[in-house]
């Protein structure tokens, strides 16, 4: 076999990296691996060290792949990876809902009760953490972290779950150990006995967890342990069950008892720490109610974000790039040096072609992967060469691509019903639109007793991409220049009284005109 190689043949990737990672396995490849690019301004060494552990971004932005890619590269450390949306199921969830307490918060100048999983969450990361670290990782304290196993309930053999380990009504109840203080080997027993206010071996559950957290300190770490607790799917979708809402709590005491139990062991001055991923969307959500969880990811997390104005700066370019280059070395042991060429017509509909996959796919990894996945649908067998004709030919495929991506954003923010009501607001009309258009076709929907505001599903749609602003306005010499202002390219705030536009990507399959 000669280059060019077959596109099919090209692993272009698949749409969810971590299918990709397990499917790259099975095969025994490394494609993923070696066409890994850093994201533009993220230092990959802070996240390696620790000292920054939220990765942020919009979806299909390669979260997972830089997770991932993280958790692969260690070599002399325990580690494990939980995905938070396959993992603790609904039905964990529901239990959850059940063992926590009821705080007082202040929201937006409005007193509410609502449920706080942090304690719980943090028993949890402790489990398993202290089930990833061995012995021969400690200099001294060998008794507490024996004790602590214990307490724990760390079971050495499979994943601990939140659940394994106690028997409790709620966070404020009592646990109840089933041994003997003379079970213990340090200092913990006593301090369990001196708080222990009954004879049948009870203890309220936060009372157990501040021994926990207070004895770690004790614990004298070796230099050379290196322990890496990976969280990703941090994700839920809004629900007229509110298990949304609840969810959203959930994700949002999980970061807070990530910086704690983070922080407890820098105190330790351990290398231990928690890595999480989390979407952008999401991330707003919180934001909304809670301004301490945006200093802990301003101080602890990075952004990614691949546009650059730099046609020549363009890193997404070279992830693909790489992924040509490493498939045709697997078939043909050497790779062709014009892969752009080699492979892709010079421009569709008279963009370059570079530019064109980078704007249609939102200058998104995946984004870019699904306009080449859906112009694969429509190519022959024996094709080498994408022709204009496949992107062309492919819109409608691609389109459903993208508006399953929209869909899924819109889930941080809208349920299911209101998400079918929001499309349907931009099915058969036309693409280009202003506040006052949108605000009428919101007020004469069939809708009843809707209350959400043209304005805020203008900026919740402009912030995930599916809009953004076209106008033109004229310059100094009198020639009128044309903006276009998109989230991607890090204009961050629509312009509430300019036009704004669907998203080239939806269009077609929106029917919109």
Request: proline share 2%.
């Amino acid at each position: 076999m000669a280059l060019p190689i077959k596109l099919l043949n090209i692993h272009f990737g698949e749409r969810d990296a971590l299918h990709e990672f397990m499917k790259q396995d099975k095969d025994d490849l490394s494609i993923l691996d070696n066409s890994f690019v850093v994201p533009p301004r993220v230092r990959i060494a802070e996240l390696e060290s620790g000292s920054r552990y939220f990765v942020l971004g919009p979806k299909g932005s390669g979260k997972t792949t830089l997770l991932w890619h993280l958790m692969r590269k260690e070599q002399n450390s325990s580690h494990r990876i939980i995905l938070f949306k396959s993992e603790i199921r609904k039905e964990d969830r529901d239990r959850l809902d059940k063992m926590v307490g009821w705080v007082v918060v202040e929201d937006q100048k409005k007193i509410k009760t609502e449920s706080d999983y942090k304690s719980v969450w943090e028993w949890y990361l402790l489990k398993n953490i202290f089930s990833l670290i061995k012995r021969e990782d400690i200099i001294s304290g060998h008794n507490i972290f024996h004790d602590i196993q214990k307490i724990l309930n760390i079971k050495t053999n499979r994943i601990n779950t939140i659940f394994d380990n106690f028997h409790i009504n709620s966070v404020k109840g009592k646990i109840n150990f089933g041994f003997a203080h003379g079970d213990f080997k340090s200092e913990i027993g006593a301090e369990i006995e001196a708080r222990q206010k009954d004879a049948n071996a009870n203890l309220d559950f936060l009372d157990v967890l501040r021994i926990v957290k207070q004895f770690t300190q004790e614990i004298i770490f070796r230099n050379t342990t290196r322990v890496r607790l990976y969280f990703d799917e941090l994700e839920f979708f809004m629900s007229s069950d509110d298990d949304g809402e609840r969810d959203r709590r959930l994700i949002r005491d999980l970061i807070f008892a990530i910086y704690y139990i983070n922080t407890l062991f820098s105190k330790c001055d351990a290398n231990i720490c928690i890595l999480a991923s989390l979407r952008t969307e999401i991330l707003n959500s919180l934001h909304a109610n809670n301004q301490e969880v945006e200093k802990i990811i301003d101080a602890f997390g990075v952004k990614i974000s691949w546009y650059n104005k730099s046609e020549a700066k363009q890193k997404i370019i070279t992830i693909f790039e790489n992924k040509i280059k490493y498939s045709e070395v697997m078939l043909e042991a050497r790779h062709s040096y014009h892969p752009w060429a080699t492979y892709f017509p010079e421009a569709v509909e008279g963009k370059e072609i570079k530019s064109y996959l980078l704007d249609l796919g939102l200058h998104r990894p995946r984004g870019v992967l699904l306009r080449l996945a859906a112009a694969l649908e429509v190519i022959e067998d024996d094709d080498c060469k994408f022709e204009e004709s496949h992107f062309l030919d492919s819109e409608e495929s691609f389109g459903r691509f993208m508006l399953q991506e929209f869909t899924e954003e819109m889930s941080a923010f809208f349920d299911n019903k209101e998400r079918e009501w929001i499309l349907s607001l931009f099915r058969g009309h036309d693409f280009a639109f202003d506040y006052e258009e949108l605000q009428k076709r919101v007020l004469y929907s069939k809708r009843k007793h809707n209350q959400i505001s043209a304005e805020y599903i203008i900026k919740s749609l402009y912030r995930i991409g599916m809009i953004g602003n076209q106008f033109t306005v004229n310059s100094d010499s009198g020639y009128e220049n044309y903006r276009a202002y998109w989230s991607y390219r890090g204009n961050i705030d629509p312009i509430i009284e300019e036009r704004f536009v669907l998203h080239q990507s939806v269009r077609k399959v929106l029917q919109a005109v």
